[in-house]
T-cell receptor
């Protein structure tokens, strides 16, 4: 079991570029989440999904998009990168009402 | 609205001393409560969780937490800290509903004085 796998681990983007952060889980969890972590700010929920084909906004969704075509994958899309999106991004998954399991994070810098 | 407050940004305790990290939550129904720990540059590891039942829950690494509904609190405690406990600690709240989000507090950074 790999758990929750995030790729890439590190990425530098130029302002205005686009990219997709990948997240995959092999635990057959129905709920998946994307968070961003800024220093001193804890984790802020960007988007979440309760199953394939269903997504919803979290606390800070602006500038991001998601899709959930399969149970396993939950990619996060940045369309026009801005310096304010420099952060560490964490993907998590859980099965119904249990704790969330986290990936190791993607450190993104926008310059 | 769902929210979590961790009033202490940074705490320093001496090795061997006791520890209490505070967490207050806001949630409209019976909450699920979690404490996670994050070491520098690492992901998040679950320390313990409360879903129902006994309000004093035991976790890994000798940590425990007590759910107090009347105070909307879920404080984390450890009787004797070790240098390896230095890390960032996050309290989080979720719920029973099928569209349950998990919302995190801003974290408390724990430093250990030798």
């Amino acid at each position: 079991n790999a758990g929750v796998t995030q790729t890439p681990k590190f990425r530098i983007l130029k302002i205005g570029q686009s990219m997709t952060l990948q997240c995959a889980q092999d635990m057959n969890h129905n709920y998946m989440y994307w968070y961003r972590q800024d220093p001193g700010m804890g984790l802020k929920l960007i988007y979440y999904s309760v199953g394939a084909g269903i997504t919803d906004k979290g606390e800070v969704p602006n500038g991001y998009n998601v899709s959930r075509s399969t149970t396993e994958d939950f990619p996060l899309r940045l369309e026009l990168a801005a310096p304010s999106q420099t952060s560490v991004y964490f993907c998590a998954s859980r099965y119904r009402d249990t704790e969330a399991f986290f990936g190791q994070g993607t450190r993104l810098t926008v310059v | 609205a769902q929210s979590v407050t961790q009033p202490d940004i940074h705490i320093t305790v001496s090795e061997g001393a006791s520890l209490e990290l505070r967490c207050n939550y806001s949630y409209g129904a019976t909450p699920y409560l979690f404490w996670y720990v994050q070491s520098p540059g690492q992901g998040l590891q679950l320390l313990l969780k409360y879903f129902s039942g006994d309000t004093l829950v035991q976790g890994i690494k000798g940590f425990e937490a007590e759910f107090k509904r009347s105070q909307s609190s879920f404080n984390l405690r450890k009787p004797s800290v070790h240098w390896s406990d230095a890390a960032e600690y996050f309290c989080a709240v979720g719920g029973y509903s099928s569209a349950s989000k998990i919302i995190f507090g801003s974290g408390t950074r724990l430093s250990i004085r030798p």
